[in-house]
C-alpha cells in the first residue's frame, strides 16, 4: 500500500511499532510497581492498562502485538522460568491475551470496554491456571485439587486488577472517545 492510499485511521508500520513498543515499555514499569505482591508469584499491578489502550483504541492486532512485546520484556527481565511451555503460559501467552479485549466487547462505549476487559482477564485468568496446575501443583494443600488451588490462587489477584483495569481503562477510552469526536468537530 503506497503512502497516499493509506487513511489517516489506518498508522504505517513505523506508527505501529512505536505504538506497541511504548505501551509494552509503559506496561513493563507499571507491572514493576505493585499494588499487592502474591508470596508465590502475581502481583495486582496496572500493568494490562497500556496494552488495554491501545487494543481499544487501534484494535486487538496492535493490543496483542502490544501485549507480546510485554510479555517476552517480563520473562526475559526478571521472569522465573522452570519449562518453557510455563514460560509462555505465564509471559507472552498471558500477557497477549489481554490485547484481545476488543473482540469480547459486545457493544460500544463504556459497557463493551468494561465486558472487553473482563474476557481479556478471563482469557488470562485460564493461562496463569494452566500454568499454575500443571507447573505449580505441589503448592496446592494436601487434599486440594491442583486445578482448585490455581484458580483460587491466580483469581486473588487477577479480581482485584481487573476490576481496578476495567474502571480506569472505561475512563481514558471515554476521555479519548470525547477529545477525537471534539477535534473532528473542530475540524
Given at each position: 500500500m503506497n503512502r497516499s492510499a493509506r487513511t489517516s485511521s489506518q498508522p504505517g508500520m513505523a506508527t505501529f511499532l512505536a505504538e506497541v513498543g511504548v505501551a509494552a515499555a509503559l506496561s513493563f514499569i507499571l507491572s514493576r510497581l505493585k499494588v499487592y505482591q502474591m508470596p508465590q508469584g502475581g502481583s495486582v499491578s496496572l500493568e494490562a492498562l497500556p496494552v488495554l489502550?491501545?487494543?481499544?483504541?487501534?484494535?486487538?492486532?496492535?493490543?496483542?502485538?502490544?501485549?507480546?512485546?510485554?510479555?517476552?520484556l517480563q520473562m526475559l527481565?526478571?521472569?522465573?522460568?522452570?519449562?518453557?511451555?510455563?514460560?509462555?503460559?505465564?509471559?507472552?501467552?498471558?500477557?497477549?491475551?489481554v490485547g484481545l479485549a476488543p473482540i469480547f466487547a459486545v457493544?460500544?462505549?463504556?459497557?463493551?470496554?468494561?465486558?472487553?476487559?473482563?474476557?481479556?482477564f478471563a482469557l488470562q485468568l485460564i493461562s496463569f491456571t494452566l500454568s499454575g496446575a500443571v507447573f505449580f501443583a505441589e503448592y496446592a494443600p494436601e487434599g486440594v485439587s491442583p486445578w482448585a488451588y490455581s484458580v483460587g490462587y491466580n483469581a486473588s489477584y487477577l479480581v482485584p486488577e481487573l476490576i481496578i483495569s476495567a474502571i480506569v481503562i472505561a475512563y481514558l477510552v471515554s476521555r479519548?472517545?470525547?477529545?477525537?469526536?471534539?477535534?473532528?468537530?473542530?475540524?
Open positions: 489502550y491501545v487494543a481499544f483504541m487501534r484494535g486487538a492486532k496492535q493490543g496483542v502485538a502490544a501485549g507480546f512485546v510485554t510479555g517476552i527481565l526478571g521472569g522465573y522460568v522452570m519449562h518453557p511451555i510455563q514460560a509462555m503460559l505465564d509471559y507472552p501467552i498471558a500477557s497477549l491475551v457493544s460500544r462505549g463504556t459497557l463493551g470496554v468494561i465486558i472487553g476487559t473482563i474476557g481479556a479519548s472517545s470525547v477529545a477525537r469526536g471534539s477535534a473532528r468537530h473542530r475540524g
